[in-house]
Each structure stands twice: as C-alpha cells, then as structure tokens.
C-alpha cells in the first residue's frame, strides 16, 4: 500500500510473471526503506547498472563534501550536529555537540563510549536516564537497527546483536517488528 502498487502487479512481479521496471524497483525500495547500498545490489540483481557510487568520507573524492559538511556544523554552532557513518559511528562532530556530551557525561563515561557511537550512546546504561521518553526512543531505533541489519551487513549485525545485549534492554526487542508504526 506504502509503495501505491497494485497487490496483483506486485505478485506477477514476485512470480516472476511481470519484469520489474527500473522505476517499480526504485518505488519498492522507497516503500521498504532499502538504504542505497542495497539498492545497488537489487538493481544489479534485475539487470540494471547501479547508480549509487560508494565512498569513504575520507578519500580524496569527497573532500569537497568533507569541507561542506565542516563548514555546516562549524555554521551550526552552539547548536549540536554530528556526522554519523553507516554504522552509527560519529565521524564529524561540531562543538555545541561536545559540550552537550560533556554537559550530560563524566569524562570517565564518555571514555567508556569511546569511539563515539550515536546506536552505543543511545543503548548504553549511563545514557537512559537522560533520555526523558528513552523507551520510546529506544524502541523505535531498534527497530531501525533490525531494518538495517536484514541487508545481510556484518557490521549492521553485530551492532544490533551489541544493542540488544544491553543490561536492561527488553528482551522483546530482539525480534523484529517488521510493521513500521513510524510512518
């Protein structure tokens, strides 16, 4: 319904009796919330090139996005903004973002949480009590962690297993609630 495709066309596409268009593709994956790596890797699989280029922010191609993204969270400041990779880890972070840290944990807590990890920061047991509606919070990006994990990435695995080890992290929320309640 998200994607606004007929159940009868989306079954001749899954049965193979219809050949998924470019487009239909790019509307599932819109619909399902398929981050852009994996996109690529449907797209490839029907046949078609992959039009999502994958960089680390730190290669020479990006410098000029290194640059833009300093300047906006230097222009952002007092206000904290941080830069996170696809595994949650802060690459980039302004100074109104470090002195909230500082503000809400000890130096000997923030050293816990090192190297800085926005799923890690959220989860981990010194966080929760400064996060006034942390269950719901919580709930719903761990949610979001299981989407990203279904992509079959290592490392997005590995942090949901690590989350949802957490003292006091319910245990219900180590399954996946595939029905997006956010939307």
Same mark, same amino acid.
């Given at each position: 319904m998200r994607?606004? &495709?007929s159940t009868r066309h989306? $079954?001749? &596409?899954? $049965?193979g009796r219809a050949n998924a268009s470019r487009e239909m593709l790019h509307v599932l994956a819109d619909a399902l919330d398929v981050p852009l790596r994996e996109r690529n890797a449907l797209l490839g699989a029907a046949g078609f090139a992959q039009p999502y280029r994958e960089s680390e922010l730190d290669g020479a191609d990006l410098a000029a996005v290194r640059r833009a993204l300093s300047s906006m969270l230097d222009r952002l400041d007092p206000y904290p903004c941080i830069v996170l990779d696809r595994h949650w880890n802060v690459t980039l972070a302004n100074g109104g973002a470090l002195r909230m840290l500082a503000a809400l944990l000890s130096p000997d807590e923030l050293a816990q949480l090192q190297p800085l990890n926005a799923a890690r920061l959220l989860f981990h047991p010194v966080m929760r009590p400064r996060v006034a509606n942390w269950e719901v919070a919580a709930g719903s990006f761990v949610q979001r962690l299981h989407r990203e994990a279904l992509s079959g990435d290592i490392g997005s695995r590995a942090l949901l297993d690590e989350v949802c080890s957490m003292p006091d992290v319910p245990k219900r929320w180590r399954v996946a609630d595939l029905v997006c309640r956010c939307r």
């Open positions: 994607a606004g &495709v989306l $079954s001749f &596409v899954e $049965s």
